[in-house]
């Protein structure tokens, strides 16, 4: 995930005329313009903070995801107010980011109303990093967990075949004197789109990341990519935290399981169609410390400890590091975005 270096083969472009491109590219290939907006803010955010599994290396997908009809660009999502802490919402067979952001204010209400508040999407689609959902919350002094499933290429530990997504989990909380706390991990032992890059550049992956068509451990990605499969990672701990994503991004919001979509008829669908769930917390309403100054007590200890770098700091000075000199893209990449920007 480390920045990409300025060389002559490179360009830098400033973080708003990226998200400009993105969104011309969404629109070009049969989104809103609104939704358009929350996936290019969503991707150009992940590239910004140097997440490139993530970042406009996920474009070509969305491109043909949205070109073969599997997923309703123009969807707007349905809110539901259904409890006093409990908001539903349907996607409508469209990205899940854009439901986030059109049951955010209720969700936020409702949590600072009654101290926490579940937010349960479903018939969504979403692939793109999962930090940049809950890390907003954190920023306004809320705690933020949320799960999302995925396209089942995860074997469960001790089973013989995939069944399970790669089905992250992130958690952002607020501290007092830094940026928030946020950490963004696949319950996979590699994220599925670090796995095509290393395919791409042509590179191995860490041992016990995944197996090949026969079951067999496998450092190669392609064969993890073609009829193979990978593992969760530590084992069974792993494997447990992927089941309880399937159960609360799938089973409690209404969504589908890794399992349960069939995408065959839909020729470069690449979005998994399934369901996410949110938990937000005013950590106001506790007893007790200021909860900011709390974590950064605990920061302070972890440092004290001989840690050197918490979960998101590289992400933070990657951004810092955009902010002021640009995101540094490939000059072919640029060129292709371009292309698709025009049709």
Avoid at 54 to 66: D, E
Avoid at 96 to 104: C, E, G, I, N, S
Avoid at 110 to 122: E, P
Wanted: hydrophobic letters at 45%; one cysteine or more.
């Amino acid at each position: 995930m480390s920045a990409t270096p300025i060389t002559a083969a490179n360009t830098s472009i400033v973080f708003t005329q990226l998200v400009t491109l993105l969104k011309a590219i969404f629109i070009r290939h049969g989104a809103s313009p609104d939704v358009a907006s929350v996936l290019a803010d969503n991707c150009a955010r992940a590239e910004q903070d140097g997440a490139h599994s993530h970042g406009v290396f996920r474009i070509p997908g969305y491109v043909s995801t949205l070109d073969s009809g599997w997923v309703n660009g123009q969807a707007v999502p349905v809110v539901e107010d259904v409890a006093s802490g409990f908001v539903r919402v349907d996607a409508a067979n469209g990205f899940a980011q854009p439901a986030l952001a059109a049951a955010r204010p209720l969700l936020v209400a409702k949590a600072r109303s009654a101290g926490i508040a579940v937010l349960a999407i479903r018939n969504s689609h979403h692939f793109a990093a999962l930090w940049p959902d809950v890390e907003p919350f954190a920023e306004e002094g809320l705690v933020a967990l949320s799960v999302v499933n995925s396209m089942t290429c995860v074997v469960p530990h001790g089973a013989d075949r995939p069944l399970f997504g790669t089905n992250p989990i992130a958690f952002a909380a607020p501290r007092a004197d830094g940026p928030p706390i946020v950490f963004d991990l696949a319950t996979s032992a590699i994220a599925h789109g670090d796995v095509q890059i290393a395919a791409r550049k042509g590179e191995r992956v860490p041992p016990g990341t995944g197996v090949d068509s026969l079951g067999q451990p496998t450092q190669d990605p392609k064969a993890i990519l073609e009829g193979g499969a990978l593992l969760p990672f530590g084992g069974h701990k792993g494997s447990a935290l992927s089941m309880m994503v399937e159960l609360l991004a799938a089973a409690l919001t209404g969504g589908n399981f890794s399992f349960e979509f069939d995408w065959s008829n839909h020729p470069g669908a690449k979005t998994p169609w399934t369901g996410q769930l949110l938990i937000v917390i005013d950590p106001s309403k506790a007893a007790g410390q200021d909860f900011a100054e709390r974590s950064q007590e605990l920061v302070r200890q972890m440092h004290a400890a001989g840690l050197r770098r918490l979960p998101g700091d590289r992400r933070h000075r990657t951004r810092a590091k955009a902010e002021v000199e640009g995101i540094v893209l490939d000059g072919d990449e640029l060129a292709r975005l371009r292309k698709l920007a025009q049709g």
